[in-house]
């Protein structure tokens, strides 16, 4: 886990799809996102990680949960190049990317999409850091997790979890 | 193998299937196709709109149970209820017009599926039209922002972890697409009847969301099936002769997750579907095994769908399953001949439903490939969220 990067903010003329983050079992997600932190809700009791976040743990029944710190890296579990547009705000191709975080249990993912044909394969390493999308109408904060090639990482060799 | 002793097996059967035409435009309203396909179920088993007590819908569907009664003309109800999601729901909404018969509460059960699906609100396409994605307990503010918005795009992923811990090719994948398209090349009601495929064809195919390309997605349809379900006892003094509920089953697999599609994400492994806990149920009430099965109707909304249940089905094992689809296991003459009509990827996608209706063909000996002395026709219906299944046998 590393010190947050500085955000990209979206510029008037890049209308980006944002995510609703006022939703009552995901907001927690999305207020940590804001303070440019990956947190994963997580049951007191049994110390695992209830993702996506459920009304209680999936594991033990327990309701004792609070949004915990994940780490801000990843390797690629899976992925697509999507070369048919279906959506006015994103045009082709562009780059899908399931992402396995460090040292967390199966299961606990986050999306990324990438630029264009991406080269990834399964293991390749990436980082995220946040897009801020200004606010909603509301006024909250929309930040986004958004994830990169760990170049570092990947011309290192030193893939985890591959 | 185990058996279900609770299950009653054989005790329903259906009667009676209808179709309509399979297009691009129908021209008329989803209520119309619904009611033309149910009349026709009903015109096939002998039986009258006044026969009809009971209605069994798809929870996806635009058209009320009330509607098709209506439009149908049916004077009293006394059952309606519907299954999902989706496509996981023909097999179940079968398996509820069999929980109602034999609790009493209806005697004939109209089960049906009809939708616009290529004229009207397009599967293949985005539905998210405002500027914020997610909410009403769909989890998709964690998917829709980056541009996962089709289910085409959630299939590809899939099969491309399942290439990865399989190694799995393009080739023995396209086999699925080749085959299927086989069947409707025989099949005059199939939307690809003309329209032959070879290998070249299907790698000049467009990549849709690598590494699934056009030919590895159903087809949207304009259409409507229909069946008719009533005690076996009734059925055998029926026009037809009646498809025996063998066996139904319905199942979740362990923390399935919330929403429709895109959170099966966070499940443990994404190339694992709830059909694998399915067929454990579905086998154990029928007493049979994958070894009895003649010819299945295998849920194929793309490619990788219909390959991964034929591992969960029992048909092959992981590792395996890419050279059992280059041996032509599953053409005609092979171990498992599947998808028989053309299936949803070039007969038309009628979102499992019309699998039920073919399944039955099987059983009467009436399919446009015919399995010769076919007795045990398996229908499933599809995961991403849930599964649903039948074993249909002959009276």
């Known amino acids: 886990m590393s010190a947050a990067p500085a955000a990209t903010a979206a510029t008037p003329d890049t209308p980006r799809l944002r995510p609703l983050v006022t939703e009552r079992g995901s907001a927690g997600f999305f207020s940590a996102t804001a303070r440019r932190r990956i947190e994963i809700l997580t049951c007191e009791d049994c110390g695992r990680r209830i993702h996506l976040p459920r009304p209680r743990c999936v594991h033990c029944g327990s309701t004792n949960v609070s949004w915990t710190p994940a780490p801000h890296t990843g390797t690629v579990y899976s992925h697509t190049v999507v070369e048919h547009q279906v959506h006015p705000l994103f045009p082709v191709p562009y780059t899908v990317i399931v992402v396995d975080l ?25 980082r995220c850091t946040f897009e801020d999308l200004g606010e909603d109408a509301a006024g909250n904060p929309v930040v986004l997790p958004v994830w990169e090639i760990d170049t570092e990482r990947a011309s290192s060799g030193t893939e985890e979890d591959a | 193998m185990s058996t279900d002793p609770t299950w009653r097996r054989d005790a329903c059967a ?84 069999v929980a109602a018969i034999m609790s009493g509460q209806a ?66 994948l396209a086999q699925i697409a080749l085959v299927t398209r086989k069947r409707a090349n025989a099949n005059p009601a199939a939307q690809m009847y003309d329209r032959p495929m070879t290998l070249d064809d299907y790698f000049a195919s467009r990549m849709l969301s690598s590494p ?42 362990r923390h399935p997750q919330p929403g429709l599609m895109y959170p099966t994400l966070m499940r443990e492994n994404i190339t694992v579907l709830p059909s694998r806990e399915c067929q454990d149920t579905l086998y154990s009430r029928a007493g049979l095994g994958p070894a009895d099965v003649d010819v299945a109707q295998i849920y194929d909304c793309y490619s990788i769908t219909a390959l991964i249940q034929l591992e969960d089905y029992g048909f092959c094992k992981r590792g395996d399953t890419g050279d059992f689809l280059a041996d032509g296991q599953i053409d005609l003459g092979g171990s498992i001949p599947i998808n028989t009509s053309g299936g949803h990827m070039s007969e038309g996608y009628i979102h499992g439903m019309n699998h039920v209706v073919e399944g039955v063909r099987q059983i009467r000996g009436t399919s446009t490939s015919q399995v010769e002395g076919a007795e045990v026709s398996l229908v499933t219906s599809a995961p991403p969220p849930a599964a649903s299944a039948l074993l249909l046998v002959a009276a």
Request: charged fraction near 20%; proline fraction near 5%.
């Open chain 1, 102 to 126: 460090d040292g967390e249990e199966d299961g606990v993912r986050l999306i990324g999409n990438l630029p264009g044909r991406a080269e990834v394969t399964a293991g390749t390493p990436v």
């Open chain 2, 14 to 97: 259906i009667a009676g299937i209808g179709t309509t035409r399979f297009s691009k435009d129908s021209g008329v309203s989803v209520t119309a196709l619904a009611v033309e396909a149910a009349a026709a179920a009903l015109e096939d088993a002998g039986l009258t709109p006044a026969d009809v007590d009971g209605v069994v819908r798809n929870d996806m569907d635009l058209v009320s149970c009330a509607a098709l009664a209506d439009g149908l003309g049916v004077p009293h109800l006394t059952y309606w209820g519907e299954a999902g999601p989706g496509g996981s729901g023909p097999a179940a909404m079968v398996a509820q017009a």
């Open chain 2, 107 to 172: 005697t004939t059960v109209v089960v049906f599926r009809s939708l616009n699906g290529r004229s009207g609100r397009r599967f293949g396409l985005s539905p998210v039209v405002t500027p914020e994605v997610g909410g009403n307990e769909t989890f998709e503010e964690f998917f829709g922002p980056y541009g996962l918005l089709s289910s085409g795009q959630y299939f590809a992923l899939m099969a491309q972890r399942y290439m990865t811990e399989t190694g799995l090719t393009s080739e023995q």
């Open chain 2, 212 to 253: 699934l390309r056009l030919f590895d997605y159903c087809l949207e349809t304009d259409g409507a099936a229909a069946v008719v379900v009533t005690t076996t006892e009734r059925a055998k003094d029926l026009r037809q002769p009646p498809a025996l509920i063998r066996s139904v089953a319905m199942s979740t697999c």
